[in-house]
């Protein structure tokens, strides 16, 4: 570039400039920590809570404002926030909207560490929680207090996939001017339209079927209220909460073909479900779109689809170990937590530990993700193991 400079610094200070004229599907990817402002005054004049402009990597590149848009887009809302992981989004929505001496509402059938996090991390700034039963909303109006501040609702509840009366439970909090998040993971911005049944603020675990590779932690908030919204960007910012373009790149890419997947593996769940549920060392299938599980009917009031992921009650009179020997003798089903991705999961859940009225399905429950592998192989799976269970 010049004879006088050191190749070093031409190295650095080389004239890149955007390419004008670049035309392609996929978007471009911007990673940055330092953003170049022109001159003092576009300094002054941005703020990265009104997006006027970009300000800082952590708070936003053309990247993440892309994703958040088309997640905003995905979830009928208007406004997004990215975080590093669905776990950090939850927190993003309690921290950011609660402080010492609220009350905040979890169901009974809650994502465990969200509980984990109600129990022993807001309990420490004062912030305390109660859960309600998911399944009756008079029991959920019952416990709202002047100090209620926020209710979680997730629709199915996690593991036992109960269903619930999402426009009942939504009512019950709006009545009493309390807010309600939804914890959209399993219906993906697919199987439900959140904002219409009224719900205040939408989280996901992007890191389910917006990814669908198994290769990215990533969480979003959206909301409508732009109010709520900045309440929890500044909490973000604040806590330092940004997501890397590579990850925010692979999320993108997922979403072109969220809804082929989603229904190839809602589809797959379904035949696999009814195919458990015919067995005889199967007591329950806990799937909300079958008949007969907790909460079909709800289902089918609210959703149009639904995920790959149930559970199954296996009879009391198995023993725990024959379960296990079952869940050791499959060899597509991988063992492991998560869902969304490509290859099908299995974990077996020890319900003792995880639900206070345990008498209510009595059995040993597996919970199945359906992958995106051919479904006779996976039926043919699931008919060995079940002979090694004896
Ligand atoms: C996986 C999951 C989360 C958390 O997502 P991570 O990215 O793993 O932190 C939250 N809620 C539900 C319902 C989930 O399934």
């Known amino acids: 570039m010049s004879d006088e400079r050191d190749l070093i610094t031409d190295l650095i200070h080389h004239p890149y400039q955007p390419p004008a004229g670049w035309a392609a599907v996929p978007p471009g990817v911007f990673k940055a920590s330092t953003v170049i402002f022109p001159d003092v005054a576009a300094l002054r004049g941005r703020t990265y809570t009104a997006k006027t402009g970009y300000t800082y990597g952590l708070r936003g590149t053309p990247t993440t404002y892309l994703l958040e848009e088309r997640l905003a887009t995905l979830e009928g809302g208007s406004y997004c926030i990215l975080s590093p992981s669905g776990l950090a989004a939850i927190m993003n929505v309690n921290l950011g909207l609660l402080q010492q001496g609220d009350e905040l509402l979890l169901p009974s059938n809650v994502y465990g560490p969200s509980a984990d996090l109600a129990a022993n991390v807001l309990t420490r700034w004062g912030i305390t929680h109660q859960q309600y039963d998911a399944m009756n909303p008079a029991d959920l109006a019952a416990r709202i207090s002047e100090r209620t501040k926020l209710v979680w609702i997730e629709a199915p509840g996690s593991v036992t996939m109960e269903f619930p009366d999402l426009p009942a439970l939504v009512a019950a909090a709006k009545s009493r001017g309390v ?212």
């Open 179 to 390: 807010l309600t998040a939804l914890d959209n993971t399993w219906g993906a911005g697919l199987a439900l339209r959140a904002f219409d049944l009224g719900v205040d603020i939408v989280m996901q675990a992007l890191t389910k079927y917006p990814s669908g590779g198994a290769d990215v932690l990533m969480g979003s908030v959206v909301t409508r209220d732009q109010a709520l919204h900045l309440k929890m960007l500044k909490l973000h910012g604040q806590l330092g909460l940004g997501v890397a373009a590579n990850d925010a790149e692979l999320i993108l890419r997922g979403l072109p073909t969220l809804a082929l997947r989603y229904h190839a593996h809602d589809a797959a769940a379904r035949q696999l479900a009814a195919f458990l549920g015919s067995q005889p060392q199967v007591v329950q299938v806990l799937h909300p779109a079958l008949p007969g599980s907790p909460g079909h009917a709800q289902w089918a009031a609210s959703c149009s689809a639904a995920a790959g992921l149930f559970s199954v009650m296996f009879d009391p009179a198995l023993s725990q170990a024959q379960v296990d020997r079952f869940v050791d003798a499959l060899n597509l089903f991988k063992i492991g937590y998560s869902w969304g991705g490509p290859t099908s999961l299995v974990v077996p859940y020890p319900l003792d530990d995880m639900r206070a009225d345990r008498k209510a399905l009595p059995g040993h429950l597996v919970r199945f993700s359906i992958g995106l592998e051919a479904v006779a192989d996976l039926q043919a799976d699931l008919a060995q193991a079940l002979r090694a269970l004896g």
